[in-house]
């Protein structure tokens, strides 16, 4: 059966409404998947950017954090250098300030040792004159000893002398009293005569060594000095023997010999001693009081001694002083 034109051209209307409406709904579903996808893409943008933007923030702040790393570094590198070039500075101060302290020591060990060499020459040179001027001086008392010794000889030989011609003269004399004496008997009774009283005197021995001591007044001949074995001997001779005492006080021991005289003004010279190693620092020999002879013996510090007697020579011998 055929259709008419006016069905046709209303189901070609109705066909094409249907088409335009489903293209304008195509086109409406199509704008609206635009329009979700722009929002998506804007979204997506925004989120990119925030992300950029966030990226960017820690960007910058990691660059600035590793500014401030670098720039602490850079600070604490010039810091250590700062430091190592103080160090160094100090370093060098130290080792020229070491530098010069070992060279004033130097010096001073250069100075201490020339000194002491100055000293050590000195003291060589004092030595020798000091060896030299006890030499002199020893040799000026061994000639002193000599001629002491010399004047003692003839002083001895002169005492002998004259003590010979004493005793001849009263040899003399005694025996023209014993002829007087017998020319008076001759001329008394025999009963008149009775015993006839000696007139010697009783000789009293010494101090020591038990020698007989007359009452003639004796002679100092010789005082002198000799270093011993141990000991130092201060020796005094007389003519005969004496009778004398001592006496110590302090430093001082005095040798005082009775009824006694110098007869040479060479003994009362003084004995100067303290050069030697000895206690004894001096000796001389006076004239005393009341007849007697004082021989005064200056210590130079307190000494044991010991005094003897052997005839007509007396001995103090002093103990060496420790050294």
Known sequence: MGVSAAEATRAANEERQRQEQAAAAAAESARAERAAQDKAAAEATARAQADAEAERKRQDESRAAAQRQEEE????????????????????ASAQAAAEERKRQDADARA?????????????????????????EEARAEADARKQAQAEAREAAADEKRQKAE?????????????????????????????RAAETRHEASSSSGGSEVSSRRKTMTLVGFQQQQGASRVFVRTNEPVRYTVSEQDKQVVLELENTRV????????????????????VEADPGANRTVRVTIQLKESARFETRQDGNLITLDFQRPAR
Do not use: C, I, W, Y
């Open 112 to 136: 201490a040792a020339q000194k002491t060499a100055e000293e050590e020459r000195r003291a060589a040179a004092q030595a020798a004159a000091d060896a030299k001027r006890q030499k002199a």
């Open 73 to 92: 570094t850079r600070a604490a590198a010039q810091a250590a250098a700062e430091e190592r070039k103080r160090q160094e500075a100090d370093a060098r």
């Open 263 to 282: 007869e040479f003004t060479n003994n009362t010279r003084p004995l100067d001693t303290h050069f030697f190693a000895t206690a004894v620092a001096k």
């Open 167 to 195: 005793d001849a003269r009263a040899e003399r004399e005694r025996r023209q009293q014993e002829a007087v004496a017998a020319a008076e008997t001759r001329s008394r009774p025999a009963a008149s005569q009775g015993s």
